[in-house]
């Protein structure tokens, strides 16, 4: 009886560490493609916002950011970001390396910083080839200049070098747990200034920048698991740029823009979209209107035309009416003056003849007395 026991408490624990095993694999599954959990775009904003390394450093893990979602070690983890500097002259390479393991680090990203003879700052930030394959490099534009700037070329500056390193972070910083991509993408969204301007180029622009690079370089992780590399991860394609590029093409537009494709990217078309739209929205009203008024001024001018037609034709028989009860008013008036001017010469006749019979009737009186 004991011995059933202890064999079904043995198949029970067993179970239960599969399913465990089995659960920990759907954790990672979701961020599979390792280049998908550190958008470099979003790692050139915050450097254009920074006032130096150290700041910068602070901003990269910086749990209320949560800028980075890179857990190489497999230890439900985001890995701390630690971040080192090598300068000669004008030139700055400051190297961004996650911290894996006591003495283990694995280079992430760089940003060459160069300023050329007419005194133009140049800055590319280059994606490891064992990250996100070859040539993967952006140059931000930004939109003021940074003021990160100021200290670099300063007489005594002194190259930056972090001083932390495993189980020894600053006080600020507490490790999270990875989100799945999408979620990823969603959260670093916030986290990209879109005044600036970030151009993909495949060249890096400085050779003083890969001379310090290579003198600089720590690849502890990819020497550990070459399998790893993006070459192995994805054979059909040399970069990371290329990867979503090929997600894009395979995909539909909106898919790719919320899910695959880059969030300044979709950003980018989504004000194209609203601007496209307020525009359209705007010649049409605008179409609308001076269709409005062109109807209007039509049935204006119809109207008025209408009018004017009308308006003699109206006007014709009052005038006439008007000028023929004039006409005659006249000619009664002027009978009835030529009647009454007639009428007073026949009176006054009338009278005349009255007075000279009675004045001839008496002088004849008169004479037959004498």
Known sequence: ????????????????????????????TSNSEISDNLDLRAVASIFGDSKNLQDFERRLNDPKFQLSNLDLNNDNEVDYLRVIESVENRTHVIIIQAILDRDLYQDV?????????????????????????????????????????????????????????WNYYPSYYYAWNPYPVYRYRTNVYGCINTYNNYNYVNYRRSQNA???YN????????????ENSFYRRNSNVRNHYELDQRRFSKNEMGY??????????????????????????????????????????????????????????????????????HSQNRGNSTRERISESHESQRDNSDRKNSDSRGNSGSSRGNNRRI
């Open 215 to 226: 003198s600089r370089y720590s690849n502890g992780y990819a020497k550990r698991y070459p």
């Open 256 to 325: 790719s823009q919320n899910r695959n494709y880059s969030p300044r990217d979709s950003y980018q078309r989504k004000n194209e979209y609203k601007r496209e739209y307020s525009y359209s929205n705007s010649n049409d009203s605008r179409k609308n209107m001076s269709q409005k008024v062109e109807s209007q001024r039509d049935y204006s001018q119809r109207n008025n035309s209408q009018k004017r037609e009308n308006y003699p034709n109206e006007n014709i028989p009052q005038r006439t009416e008007s000028q023929g009860n």
């Open 109 to 165: 990203a760089t940003i060459d910083v160069e300023k050329d003879r007419y005194n133009k700052i140049h800055v590319q930030v280059v994606g490891d080839v064992y990250m996100y394959g070859q040539n993967y490099i952006y140059e931000p534009v930004y939109h003021t200049t940074p003021s990160i700037y100021v200290s670099f070329w300063a007489s005594n500056y002194r190259p930056y070098c972090s001083s932390w390193y």
């Open 210 to 212: 890969i001379v310090l």
């Open 1 to 28: 009886m004991k011995t059933k026991l202890l064999l079904l408490n043995l198949l029970l624990s067993l179970f239960a560490i599969q399913m465990h095993a089995q659960d920990r694999t759907n954790i990672y």
